[in-house]
């Protein structure tokens, strides 16, 4: 096993430093590569490895620094999903991922982070995470996602409400089902008529194209 996992190999790979946040057409296409699949080659072929050592808590000390503990996010969250997919372990660390978030809120390192992108990954991790608290913790996101779009630069600022009914969006599902019924297929899971109409219509908040706003 590499012992010399680095979390700023992480956070340079998911967060380039391209000027992505100064056009809509640019911050688009960051957002659309991660959240539909077009990382998914590199993060089988670079970091399975690394995604692998963080499932098995290998990586926990990432968390005792802002950068370090959103790196172990990404690496818990976003990275099973490529390396993972269609599979039960695409969503096992999902529990560990949110609890990581929730910590990093109370105790600063999500305030610390440089830009709302950055902060954005804490909240589709919390969102991800199925549970009894799911809609208090939606709740949660809301509130900061709120208040984060004011911190967006003058350039992308109109992407801020997408941001926002994101968030609504899943608290809607989590509303209306308890549940992602997405994933029930994978999961083993019966679906209700319920979510077998909703699944059927492939609409699905995480996956939905990012309609340009300039």
Known sequence: MKAD?????VLD??????GHWTTP???????????R????????????????AAARGLLD?????????????IALDQFPRSLWRDTPA???QDIKACRLCLEGIDNGHY????????????????????GPDHLARMDLCCELTAADVETLPPEIAAMGPMAMEQNKRVRANIDRFGRH????????????????????TGDFPHQRKIENLA
């Open 111 to 130: 305030a610390a982070l440089d830009n709302m992108w950055e902060r954005q990954f804490y909240m589709i991790s919390i969102s991800h995470c199925e």
């Open 90 to 92: 695409a969503f096992a």
């Open 13 to 18: 790979f998911w967060f380039p430093d391209n």
């Open 25 to 35: 057409e640019s911050h688009i296409a960051f957002w659309d590569e991660r959240m």
């Open 61 to 73: 000390h990432w968390a005792e620094t802002p950068r370090g503990r959103l790196a172990l996010i």
């Open 37 to 52: 699949g077009g990382m998914d080659t590199t993060i089988c072929a670079r970091f399975a490895e690394l995604t692998d």
């Open 181 to 200: 019924p997405h994933r029930n297929e994978v999961l083993g899971r019966p679906s209700s008529p319920e979510e077998q109409s909703y699944i059927d």
């Open 5 to 9: 996992f680095d979390p700023e190999d």
